[in-house]
């Protein structure tokens, strides 16, 4: 009967993972009572990725093969991610938004920029193995550093509260308009994450940058 158990507490996470951030699930295993503790502040680097002229593409392939589309890059993605201890916290149709959480400030900003490498090299290959008759898809990608709020926070409304586990602040804001602003696949990185990773990768200044 305990093994029994254990098989179907092993099932439930295993389905678990499909959907739930890694960083949640950690989380769940140190807690004794399975308690989610509250957002705090640490320092982390954020990465928002989106894939260029989405409405454009949705409207010419269709709902059903930008589906197929979008599920082929990002499953390649999620590797790349995974293998650099990044936390995929939030998905739109066209974007990801991922956290990058190591105790060691510096790495956790390496991980973050080889992640956005290897995910724009990634697309290339895709890109040069089968376009199906249309343009590449342009994966835009901004990069940022520094204190956070992450954790689990709870929004209210009329209709009741929900929890959902994110991060937020103006690290996060940052890395968020950066990719707004990226265009033609860029990488845009903010300059805390460019000092910290400084030697490693080739970066070009683009000067100031007005962000909303």
Same mark, same amino acid.
């Given at each position: 009967?305990? $093994?029994?158990?254990?098989?179907? $507490?092993?099932?439930?996470?295993?389905? !678990?993972?499909?959907?739930?951030?890694?960083?949640?699930?950690? !989380?769940? +295993?140190?807690?004794?009572?399975?308690?989610?503790?509250?957002?705090?502040?640490?320092?982390?680097?954020? $990465?928002?990725?989106?894939? +260029?002229?989405?409405?454009?593409?949705?409207?010419?392939?269709?709902?059903? +093969?930008?589906?197929?589309?979008?599920?082929?890059?990002?499953?390649?993605?999620?590797?790349? %991610?995974?293998?650099? #201890?990044?936390?995929?916290?939030?998905?739109?149709?066209?974007?990801?938004?991922? $956290?990058?959480?190591?105790?060691?400030? #510096?790495?956790?900003?390496?991980?973050?920029?080889?992640?956005?490498?290897?995910?724009?090299?990634?697309?290339?290959?895709?890109?040069?193995?089968?376009? @199906?008759?249309?343009?590449?898809? %342009?994966? #835009?990608?901004?990069?940022?550093?520094?204190?956070?709020?992450?954790?689990?926070?709870?929004?209210?409304?009329?209709?009741?509260?929900?929890?959902?586990?994110?991060?937020?602040?103006?690290?996060?804001?940052?890395?968020?308009?950066?990719?707004?602003?990226?265009?033609?696949?860029?990488? @845009?990185?903010?300059?805390?994450?460019?000092?910290?990773?400084?030697?490693?990768?080739?970066?070009?200044?683009?000067?100031?940058?007005? @962000?909303?």
């Amino acid at each position: 009967a305990a $093994l029994r158990k254990v098989e179907i $507490l092993e099932g439930i996470k295993s389905n !678990l993972c499909k959907f739930v951030p890694t960083a949640v699930t950690r !989380l769940m +295993e140190r807690s004794p009572d399975g308690e989610i503790q509250e957002a705090e502040e640490r320092d982390i680097s954020v $990465l928002f990725l989106d894939i +260029e002229g989405y409405t454009r593409i949705t409207e010419e392939l269709g709902a059903t +093969e930008v589906n197929n589309l979008t599920e082929r890059y990002f499953s390649v993605f999620m590797d790349a %991610i995974y293998q650099n #201890n990044g936390d995929v916290v939030e998905t739109a149709g066209d974007g990801l938004m991922v $956290l990058f959480m190591t105790d060691d400030t #510096n790495r956790h900003a390496m991980e973050a920029i080889q992640t956005a490498v290897t995910i724009r090299q990634k697309a290339q290959c895709i890109n040069a193995e089968c376009t @199906l008759g249309r343009d590449p898809v %342009i994966i #835009n990608m901004g990069v940022s550093s520094g204190r956070a709020f992450v954790g689990a926070s709870k929004f209210d409304s009329y209709t009741g509260g929900r929890w959902a586990y994110t991060s937020h602040g103006t690290t996060t804001n940052v890395a968020a308009r950066l990719c707004g602003q990226a265009r033609g696949g860029e990488i @845009l990185v903010a300059r805390d994450t460019a000092k910290r990773t400084h030697g490693s990768f080739a970066y070009q200044c683009v000067g100031p940058v007005k @962000l909303k």
